[in-house]
């Protein structure tokens, strides 16, 4: 095992987890609307999810999609409906912060499923092993195992910065406008993977 591959791995971990993505906003946007601890249950789902992910990529599931074109299609169509789906949900709310909101926060298994969803997710998985790796199974496990905490400490930041906005911004309409502009971000998103 090559040590000196721990801080380059561990630096393109936090650089692929903190950077703002679908999940990252999903995490902003929970925290607002629900207690820190439910955006916490998302952020292990996501983390965990992730994870299973980048081992699935480093046994070689992302090179079977790149043989099948249908499966790579469906999962992009998949992801994009997905966004969409969350950028409306968004885009309607009202901003107000009630106590007395439904229990519907996105759960662990939101997170985990966001994940095999999640362009951004296939494409830092996929890079960082060919990157890092060269295939070798040990060092997959390795950064897999290093992914987690920096994974799983980047999402939480989001929530934690969610929490924050929740717990300073008590306008209705400064939420609407935070929800608007991250129903944006999310359906911009989905543009770009139809696009790519």
């Not at 987890?17 to 902003?28: A, K, T």
């Not at 952020?43 to 994870?51: D, E």
């Not at 599931?61 to 469906?74: D, N, Q, S, W």
């Amino acid at each position: 095992m090559n040590l000196s591959l721990l801080l380059p791995m561990s630096a393109f971990a936090l650089a692929a987890s903190i950077s703002p993505g679908p999940v990252n906003l999903v995490c902003l946007s929970s925290a607002t609307h629900y207690p820190a601890r439910r955006g916490l249950s998302f952020v292990t789902g996501a983390t965990l999810g992730f994870i299973a992910l980048f081992l699935g990529i480093g046994a070689g599931l992302y090179a079977l999609l790149t043989r099948v074109a249908l499966l790579e299609t469906l999962l992009r169509f998949a992801g994009v409906a997905f966004l969409l789906y969350l950028s409306a949900r968004l885009a309607l709310d009202d901003g107000r912060l009630s106590e007395a909101r439904p229990p519907k926060a996105p759960g662990f298994w939101t997170g985990a499923a966001m994940q095999w969803l999640n362009p951004k997710a296939w494409l830092a998985s996929a890079s960082g092993i060919s990157a890092y790796t060269g295939g070798d199974a040990g060092l997959i496990v390795v950064f897999a195992a290093l992914y987690l905490p920096i994974c799983w400490l980047s999402l939480a930041s989001w929530v934690y910065a969610g929490a924050f906005l929740k717990r300073h911004v008590h306008k209705p309409h400064v939420l609407r406008v935070v929800n608007r502009v991250l129903a944006l971000l999310l359906a911009a998103s989905a543009v770009v993977i139809l696009l790519d």
